[in-house]
């Protein structure tokens, strides 16, 4: 089936396609999904390609009147995969008139969840912004305080820390089995251009394990920091009069849970997920 191949990407077998699931601010997409991938790559997806999750390098948990609140790494996934997969269907239905073949479903899911890429400057990142959504937002909520605050708190945090990421110029990948600092950029650009579409990055090598096996892979760092940038900055000015989603909605989905103890999770087996999903 080739009648949607092209869309959106032109594809390179060896692209890792990393992508960094993010806890929302609002329900950008018209469904009841409280968190989104970063870049929303469904060009792979569609193609039933592999794509590689960025997953905190923290526990992250916060304690609310003796009780701790705990990221749920799985249910993020999780969530971050069911977006992808109902947007994609909505895709091909709406620009094709047909129904992405479940068998194409089932490749991505395979590959993707079963696969790890190694780096550890992504994993920081993404273990820094939810560790702050938790620390302004979950806290704003229970106090009562004014929860739209809280979330453009969050968003700022998102913009600043992606601009301090683009301007150091550097990212820590493992090439070879060996950690070494990359850079993101092969040329100098002021904060204007940060969103300036026209600037790719450099693209770089990265070990990715493949069901145990190590393959050496490449992706382009900056179009995931520029895409961070552009959702938070979009979101930003948005955040008035739109559906917002709440704690809460993080808490009903299990994507936050709650303890009578601080419980510190190990890895996260992504693998584990790969049965949760009605295609």
């Given at each position: 089936?080739?009648?949607?191949?092209?869309?959106?990407?032109?594809?390179?077998?060896?692209?890792?396609?990393?992508?960094?699931?993010?806890?929302?601010?609002?329900?950008?997409?018209?469904?009841?999904?409280?968190?989104?991938?970063?870049?929303?790559?469904?060009?792979?997806?569609?193609?039933?390609?592999?794509?590689?999750?960025?997953?905190?390098?923290?526990?992250?948990?916060?304690?609310?009147?003796?009780?701790?609140?705990?990221?749920?790494?799985?249910?993020?996934?999780?969530?971050?995969?069911?977006?992808?997969?109902?947007?994609?269907?909505?895709?091909?239905?709406?620009?094709?008139?047909?129904?992405?073949?479940?068998?194409?479903?089932?490749?991505?899911?395979?590959?993707?969840?079963?696969?790890?890429?190694?780096?550890?400057?992504?994993?920081?990142?993404?273990?820094?912004?939810?560790?702050?959504?938790?620390?302004t937002v979950l806290l704003s909520?229970?106090?009562?305080?004014?929860?739209?605050?809280?979330?453009?708190?969050?968003?700022?945090?998102?913009?600043?820390?992606?601009?301090?990421?683009?301007s150091s110029n550097k990212l820590?990948?493992?090439?070879?089995?060996?950690?070494?600092?990359?850079?993101?950029?092969?040329?100098?650009?002021?904060?204007?251009?940060?969103?300036?579409?026209?600037?790719?990055?450099?693209?770089?090598?990265?070990?990715?394990?493949?069901?145990?096996?190590?393959?050496?892979?490449?992706?382009?760092?900056?179009?995931?920091?520029?895409?961070?940038?552009?959702?938070?900055?979009?979101?930003?000015?948005?955040?008035?009069?739109?559906?917002?989603?709440?704690?809460?909605?993080?808490?009903?989905?299990?994507?936050?849970?709650?303890?009578?103890?601080?419980?510190?999770?190990?890895?996260?087996?992504?693998?584990?997920?790969?049965?949760?999903?009605?295609?």
């Amino acid at each position: 089936m080739s009648f949607f191949k092209k869309y959106v990407y032109t594809l390179h077998s060896n692209d890792a396609a990393p992508m960094l699931p993010l806890i929302d601010v609002t329900k950008t997409y018209g469904f009841n999904f409280a968190c989104i991938p970063v870049p929303l790559r469904v060009d792979k997806i569609i193609n039933g390609d592999l794509t590689t999750f960025i997953t905190p390098d923290k526990n992250i948990s916060i304690n609310v009147s003796g009780k701790f609140y705990t990221l749920n790494i799985l249910k993020l996934v999780e969530e971050v995969a069911s977006l992808l997969i109902q947007w994609s269907k909505n895709i091909v239905k709406s620009r094709f008139n047909r129904d992405l073949p479940r068998e194409r479903l089932t490749l991505w899911l395979t590959k993707s969840l079963n696969a790890k890429i190694l780096v550890p400057t992504l994993s920081e990142d993404a273990g820094d912004f939810i560790k702050n959504y938790f620390e302004t937002v979950l806290l704003s909520y229970f106090k009562k305080t004014d929860l739209i605050e809280a979330l453009k708190s969050y968003l700022h945090y998102i913009i600043d820390k992606t601009k301090k990421r683009i301007s150091s110029n550097k990212l820590k990948v493992s090439i070879e089995q060996v950690y070494v600092n990359y850079p993101i950029l092969d040329e100098d650009i002021t904060e204007e251009d940060y969103l300036n579409p026209d600037v790719k990055g450099v693209t770089i090598p990265v070990d990715v394990y493949l069901n145990n096996k190590l393959k050496q892979m490449n992706f382009r760092p900056f179009l995931i920091y520029q895409d961070l940038l552009e959702t938070a900055t979009y979101t930003l000015k948005r955040i008035e009069g739109s559906e917002l989603v709440t704690p809460m909605d993080l808490i009903e989905k299990r994507i936050i849970n709650i303890f009578d103890d601080d419980k510190s999770q190990g890895e996260a087996d992504l693998s584990t997920l790969i049965n949760h999903f009605t295609l």
